[in-house]
């Protein structure tokens, strides 16, 4: 006969536990637009104290794709590249903000029912 049971028992754990790592987490878009475009905070990340820490000792750093790199040729290359266009362009849209997700869940002020509750004046002349 043939084998019976399934070859793949442990249900693809690997590669859930490699999705939710978040050793290589990068900041999100609205972080970056709320916080790290502002012009003060953008000159204090573009000319950092060394780190030896960081890759490049911190000295060359992409705000818009918070990375980053080893040299200034890689910062270089990486301003012309394919990866930095479509960020900056994601960043050129406006936020999603709380507010916006409330009223895309139904919740929040609906401001249509308030006027329509409301007499209008033309119906107060015409009752007078």
């Given at each position: 006969?043939?084998?019976?049971?399934?070859?793949?028992?442990?249900?693809?754990?690997?590669?859930?536990?490699?999705?939710?790592?978040?050793?290589?987490?990068?900041?999100?878009?609205?972080?970056?637009?709320?916080?790290?475009?502002?012009?003060?905070?953008?000159?204090?990340?573009?000319?950092?104290?060394?780190?030896?820490?960081?890759?490049?000792?911190?000295?060359?750093?992409?705000?818009?794709?918070?990375?980053?790199?080893?040299?200034?040729?890689?910062?270089?290359?990486?301003?012309?590249?394919?990866?930095?266009?479509?960020?900056c362009k994601q960043l050129?849209?406006?936020?999603?903000?709380?507010?916006?997700?409330?009223?895309?869940?139904?919740?929040?002020?609906?401001?249509?029912?308030?006027?329509?509750?409301?007499?209008?004046?033309?119906?107060?002349?015409?009752?007078?």
């Amino acid at each position: 006969m043939g084998r019976l049971r399934r070859s793949r028992v442990h249900k693809a754990q690997r590669d859930v536990h490699r999705a939710t790592r978040t050793r290589a987490r990068q900041k999100d878009l609205d972080q970056i637009q709320l916080h790290d475009l502002q012009p003060h905070i953008r000159k204090q990340l573009e000319a950092q104290a060394i780190d030896y820490e960081k890759p490049g000792l911190a000295q060359h750093y992409c705000v818009e794709c918070a990375k980053y790199y080893e040299t200034d040729a890689a910062l270089q290359s990486h301003w012309r590249s394919k990866v930095h266009k479509r960020r900056c362009k994601q960043l050129k849209e406006p936020v999603y903000t709380i507010e916006e997700s409330e009223r895309a869940a139904g919740l929040g002020r609906d401001t249509r029912r308030a006027r329509a509750a409301e007499p209008s004046d033309a119906t107060m002349v015409t009752s007078a």
